[in-house]
């Protein structure tokens, strides 16, 4: 009987940890809602911006090259500054993709960790909503900061954008703070943990997520090693010489020599960026597959289903960062089937979200033993 009660009591505490609005559910859903907005950014940042951006900042720092040859000091100082706009969006946009998908892998952790926490599910909540709040305000105020600038500011070299970027970081802080005290007061206490039927998972899909996602990690450290070792220092060295060949034409006054530097330099900027894009995709996509895992059992699809979006989430994950690799050699065939595996990835991210939203608590209500 007391077994009986204890195993009630354990289905109940599972059932209640993933309800509506609970502070799991609000994680797991917010997690996986910045995972895809970032993405679905990303995307759209590099089909229409990136590479139209990428051409500006070229042609500006030929421009300026050419004014130095000329020796007009003015038009020098006007490219350099246009070219500085330029990075400066780049930069922001880039900034906001990355905090975007950086805070829904905590949001995942966090939402893991959730039996672990010696806290109230109120206190729980507060502090979901005010992660989910900062985790949203500080990518969008970076966003802002571009087109914003100082206008109106009480400071002089930070702007209102800055400003509540800034406060969005402070409330994930303060958040992640806060659920680290938990976890340090359940541990500290000497509290038993209820069985966790997240981790608890062996469904077909979740062990396909697990397994691909650490390969991906594991294939995404092997080509890093690889960029280091073979890579890495010839890239330094031509980044010198290029560099010193560029300013030695343009003292020298000698256009023709300026241009092929430019080239030479925009080709070696060329080849570490997608590299290094390579490398960082893989290892991110390996990441969140093998988070995704322990969520599967809440997934409220078929099997079936359930196994081919894994399968297409891996397909995806896998595809987009070999066709970075390639798209110095095939150009914009190779971006777009690479932007071709990122909407993969995020077509799969959103079926599971879905299945998410629709989970009613019926696998916790199950009795211990019932097949599923």
Not at 98 to 125: D, K, N, T
Not at 196 to 214: E, I, M, N, V, Y
Request: hydrophobic residues 55%.
């Amino acid at each position: 009987m007391a077994t009986s009660e204890r195993a009630i009591s354990s289905q109940q505490a599972a059932a209640a940890a993933f309800a509506p609005l609970s502070a799991r559910r609000l994680l797991t859903l917010a997690g996986i809602g910045m995972i895809l907005a970032g993405m679905i950014f990303g995307d759209i940042f590099a089909v229409f911006v990136l590479h139209q951006n990428a051409a500006r900042v070229g042609a500006g720092l030929a421009a300026a090259a050419t004014a130095a040859v000329a020796g007009d000091a003015g038009a020098v100082a006007s490219h350099i500054q246009n070219t500085g706009e330029f990075l400066e969006n780049r930069g922001t946009k880039v900034d906001t993709h990355v905090h975007l998908i950086a805070f829904g892998y905590l949001a995942l952790m966090l939402a893991l960790v959730q039996p672990w926490m010696a806290l109230s599910e109120v206190a729980r909540r507060r502090l979901a909503w005010l992660f989910v709040t900062g985790g949203v305000l500080l990518p969008v105020g970076v966003f802002l900061i571009h087109y914003v600038g100082l206008t109106h500011s009480p400071l002089q070299a930070i702007g209102w954008a800055s400003i509540f970027a800034d406060l969005g970081g402070l409330m994930v802080l303060v958040s992640t703070a806060g659920y680290l005290a938990g976890i340090i007061r359940h541990f500290g206490a000497g509290e038993p943990s209820l069985p966790d039927k997240l981790l608890r998972d062996q469904s077909t899909s979740g062990r396909w997520l697990l397994a691909g996602g650490l390969i991906l990690v594991l294939a995404g450290f092997i080509h890093g090693a690889y960029y280091a070792g073979v890579d890495l220092y010839r890239h330094e060295a031509a980044d010198y010489t290029i560099l010193s060949q560029l300013a030695s034409a343009a003292a020298a006054q000698n256009p023709a020599r300026v241009n092929q530097a430019l080239n030479d330099y925009g080709q070696l900027q060329g080849d570490k960026a997608v590299k290094i894009a390579a490398h960082a995709h893989i290892i991110e996509f390996g990441l969140l597959a093998m988070l995704l895992a322990f969520f599967q059992p809440y997934v409220q699809l078929g099997e079936t289903w359930k196994r081919r979006w894994a399968g297409i989430l891996l397909f995806g994950s896998l595809l987009l960062p070999v066709c970075v690799l390639l798209e110095m050699k095939y150009g914009l065939l190779a971006g777009g089937i690479a932007d071709t595996g990122g909407l993969l990835v995020i077509l799969a991210l959103l079926a599971m979200w879905i299945g998410i939203l629709r989970y009613s608590g019926s696998l916790d209500a199950m009795p211990s033993g019932v097949p599923r």
